[in-house]
């Protein structure tokens, strides 16, 4: 079986060898059916999988879960009242300025 590649080539071969030749070139009439149809049956050379792209599709699947989980947790916190909870610990961390580092992690 031929690869892709090494019809591509050939394919590239014939058409150089038809330019150079200067004289009109006699064809058959379904010629120009029979290269297109051999040019789209060629493949570009592949490559390997690239990181972006595939990241990429990773985060379009999970697109869908993360904004469901942001609207689930703002709708907690306006049924659990943040703004008490905000207040509440606003206080607690303006208590602890006043401590040092030495105060905050002794046992």
Same mark, same amino acid.
């Given at each position: %079986?031929?690869? @892709?590649?090494?019809?591509?080539?050939? $394919?590239?071969?014939?058409?150089?060898?038809?330019?150079?030749?200067?004289?009109?070139?006699?064809?058959? @009439?379904?010629?120009?059916?029979?290269? %297109?149809?051999?040019?789209?049956?060629?493949?570009? @050379?592949?490559?390997?999988?690239?990181? $972006?792209? %595939?990241?990429?599709?990773?985060?379009?699947?999970?697109? @869908?879960?993360?904004?469901?989980?942001?609207?689930?947790?703002?709708?907690?916190?306006?049924?659990?009242?943040?703004?008490?909870?905000?207040?509440? $610990?606003?206080?607690?961390?303006?208590?602890?300025?006043?401590?040092?580092?030495?105060?905050?992690?002794?046992?």
């Amino acid at each position: %079986m031929k690869t @892709p590649a090494r019809e591509l080539e050939k $394919l590239e071969r014939l058409l150089r060898q038809a330019y150079r030749k200067k004289k009109p070139v006699e064809v058959d @009439p379904h010629w120009e059916k029979r290269l %297109m149809a051999r040019i789209r049956e060629a493949s570009a @050379p592949q490559e390997g999988p690239r990181f $972006l792209p %595939m990241f990429e599709h990773l985060v379009w699947r999970l697109t @869908p879960v993360a904004s469901l989980a942001v609207v689930i947790l703002v709708a907690l916190l306006f049924k659990l009242e943040f703004a008490s909870a905000h207040y509440a $610990l606003q206080s607690l961390l303006t208590g602890l300025e006043d401590l040092t580092w030495a105060q905050i992690f002794s046992t």
